[in-house]
């Protein structure tokens, strides 16, 4: 079946500095691949997404590159601020798997200042 | 524009009582919607998904049940609450039948069992 893996948290960070998160995944098709933040006590946020091949989702500085060849979505943002302290998802969806989101088991990141 | 709006928020049981958690969206029809739970410092665990009124899927078996009264009502309930029912419950919906639509999350509520 599809699975998403990525990398454990916590990361902790200084204000400014450089962010990578790692993604991977497994799927039988042809999937559509989504990051997601979670902000302390609340639901989640579509943060970006990619639908095909070599897409590069983008949204308030992070950005991430689908590559098929390596079946991965890493997200990356140049200069992190405090506020983007959250939880990260990565995630993709499946035609063949009736369109249900199968979630990485998120990533804890702090951003110090 | 589309909203999801969830309630309560926060909510304390004790164990053995019934549940109710209820879910609407507005601003679309005909969507799909989902329930999750999240467990403390866990990830998302797909619980119940549906593609119509009166249609529901489950993806774990559990002591949890869902029910789609109405096109943009989804109600995640159970008879008797377990301690092990204790979570971040999300309620999530998207539109059309193409995988490159997201999901769009309520605000959760947060169920304790005492």
């Known amino acids: 079946g599809d699975s998403v893996t990525q990398m454990e948290g916590p990361v902790t960070l200084s204000e400014e500095a450089f962010l990578t998160i790692n993604c991977t995944y497994t799927?039988?098709?042809?999937?559509?691949l989504f990051w997601y933040v979670q902000y302390p006590g609340e639901g989640l946020q579509l943060l970006l997404k990619?639908?095909?091949?070599?897409d590069k989702g983008s949204n308030k500085g992070f950005e991430a590159t689908y590559r098929k060849e390596t079946t991965s979505f890493h997200l990356e943002k140049g200069s992190v601020q405090v506020s983007d302290s959250a939880v990260y998802f990565c995630?993709?969806?499946?035609?063949?798997?009736?369109?249900?989101?199968?979630f990485g088991g998120g990533t804890r990141v702090l951003v110090k200042p | 524009s589309q909203t999801i709006h969830q309630w309560p928020a926060t909510l304390v049981q004790p164990v053995g009582s019934p549940l109710s958690l209820e879910c609407t969206v507005e601003?679309?029809?005909?969507?799909?919607l989902y329930w999750y739970r999240q467990a403390a410092g866990r990830g998302l665990q797909l619980l119940f998904y549906?593609?119509?009124?009166?249609?529901i899927s489950s993806e774990v078996p559990q002591n949890l049940s869902a029910s789609r009264p109405q096109d943009r009502q989804f109600i995640l309930s159970s008879k008797k609450l377990l301690l092990s029912d204790s979570g971040f419950y999300l309620c999530?919906?998207?539109?059309?039948?193409?995988?490159?639509?997201?999901?769009?999350f309520g605000d959760g509520t947060r169920l304790s069992i005492l």
């Open positions: 999530a919906w998207s539109g059309g039948q193409a995988s490159n639509q997201p999901q769009h």
């Open positions: 799927a039988t098709g042809y999937p559509s």
């Open positions: 990619a639908t095909k091949a070599d």
């Open positions: 995630a993709l969806s499946e035609r063949a798997a009736g369109n249900k989101l199968t």
């Open positions: 601003g679309t029809s005909n969507p799909n």
């Open positions: 549906s593609v119509g009124i009166g249609q």
